[in-house]
């Protein structure tokens, strides 16, 4: 796999996100609260493989958040006032919606 270096981002020629970004974004799922745990793991395993530099970047943002706002976020369905971030939120939640049968939603 060819890759290279756009932005600060290590992407490969098909454009989205290299091994070593999906696998450190994977690593910061891992929260405080088993609940964020789930989703953001869920999300992270079904759609970082063929996510855009942009969508990681997004995601990253969404990670950086503590986990009390991320956790009104994604459990107590207040939109962040971002609307990338909101983009992302929903994207999130009805991924878990249709996954399976989730036991947060």
């Known amino acids: 796999m060819k890759v290279s270096h756009r932005g600060g981002t290590i992407i490969d020629a098909g454009g989205t996100a290299a091994p070593a970004v999906i696998a450190s974004l994977r690593w910061r799922c891992r929260r405080g609260m088993k ?8 999300f992270a395993q079904q759609v970082l493989p063929r996510a855009s530099q942009a969508e990681c970047r997004v995601f990253a943002e969404l990670l950086a958040l503590p986990d009390p706002l991320l956790a009104g976020y994604l459990l107590g369905g207040e939109p962040p006032a971002e609307p990338h971030l909101a983009q992302a ?16 939603f």
């Open 35 to 42: 609940e964020l745990d789930v989703l953001l793991e869920r």
């Open 89 to 104: 939120v929903g994207q999130i939640r009805a991924l878990c919606r249709l996954a399976d049968g989730s036991a947060v």
